[in-house]
């Protein structure tokens, strides 16, 4: 039997990123009033306005309450506005219970919202592991950062019998990709893998493409080994999470992703050695960052400064979004100083 303990401890590797604001006078928020989980910032430099992406619950125009994308602005990376509604979920899309880890691309002058979407659809579960249910990335579509963003389709954009999660954009040599995780839930050793896009980004052209599994990291750690009392067997794995594409000014192709470590939730860095997304990827030993904080994503501030943004501590409620310089070392990243926390 799972003790209490445990359970608090799954249920945050499966929480959704809810951004959930506490009340103020205004309509400005310090950023540690915010709670965020996997924070993705847009620098749009037409309106010199920064947007941070969050899972919350939205009103629609017929007043019912369903799950949504809000964008919290700013000009400072410090204060930020109530957060307005770039998405919502209409009556009878597939994956109306959960969204998670939305993050917002700029791709030949449309934007475009990746985020994980889930039901609780049964999928065929192997033997002694935790009931499978359909979760998967789709990309909607919008004209601006505000959206409003619109599905293609009412078809997830990676396989249907997979638990899937955290897809990312990458562009070479003209061709869009996606990157994105197979959940250690249903593989118990979590991978990384590849599709092709379409030129708009609609659909799939291509079957998933494995690139690595969470264990050829050595710094990563299985579940029971960073539980604070053995996880039962269904629950065991090792984790994914959250890829983002980076390239070095020595032109080294970068991959941040996240995963557990000693200290708990981690960002570690792996790159290319063909210098294509496609790999083959050797893992970098020493994680980014490794304080129980991750899925990072990593942005330019507008007088040119190199962030990683992640979201810290990994627990329930808690949860804030933290920006930390970054040097780019040609080989690899270098943590820096953090900007200040109020």
């Known amino acids: 039997m799972i003790k209490p303990s445990q359970l608090a401890f799954l249920a945050i590797l499966n929480l959704p990123c809810m951004a959930l604001a506490d009340q103020s006078s205004d309509n400005l928020r310090k950023r540690s009033e915010i709670r965020i989980r996997d924070p993705f910032v847009v620098a749009h430099e037409p ?8 899972s919350m619950m939205v009103t629609r125009e017929d007043g019912e309450r369903v799950r949504g994308v809000g964008a919290y602005r700013s000009k400072d990376l410090q204060r930020w506005e109530d957060p307005i509604t770039v998405y919502e979920t209409a009556d009878g899309f597939w994956g109306p219970d959960a969204i998670w880890a939305p993050e917002v691309h700029e791709y030949k002058g449309k934007y475009y919202l990746f985020a994980t979407f889930a039901s609780n659809n049964p999928l065929p579960t192997p033997p002694k592991r935790r009931p499978n249910i359909k979760r998967a990335t789709q990309i909607m579509v919008a004209d601006g950062p505000d959206g409003p963003f619109k599905p293609f389709s009412n078809v997830p954009h990676t396989p249907q019998d997979w638990m899937s999660l955290d897809g990312t954009l990458w ?3 003209g061709v869009p990709y996606m990157i994105f995780c197979h959940e250690w839930w249903q593989i118990v050793d979590g991978s990384m893998d590849l599709v092709q896009l379409t030129p708009d980004l609609s659909s799939v052209v291509t079957q998933p493409e494995l690139l690595f599994y969470a264990t050829e990291a050595s710094w990563s ?12 067997e269904r629950s065991h794995g090792w984790v994914t999470d959250g890829p983002f594409i980076y390239r070095t000014k020595a032109d080294r192709l970068l991959m941040i992703w996240s995963s557990f470590g000693i200290q708990r939730y981690a960002v570690g860095m792996a790159y290319s050695e063909s210098g294509s997304i496609k790999g083959p990827w050797k893992q970098i030993e020493e994680p980014l960052f490794k304080k129980d904080g991750g899925h990072g994503m990593i942005f330019k501030t507008f007088d040119g400064k ?11 409620s808690e949860e804030r979004a933290r920006f930390f310089e970054l040097s780019d070392a040609g080989d690899r990243l270098v943590l820096g100083e953090e900007l200040p926390f109020e």
């Open 47 to 54: 309106s010199k306005t920064y947007y941070i992406y969050a």
């Open 171 to 173: 562009e070479e040599d």
């Open 221 to 232: 750690r299985s579940l029971r080994e960073v539980g604070t009392r053995p996880v039962e």
């Open 306 to 316: 190199l962030m990683l943004s992640l979201h810290q501590p990994n627990r329930n």
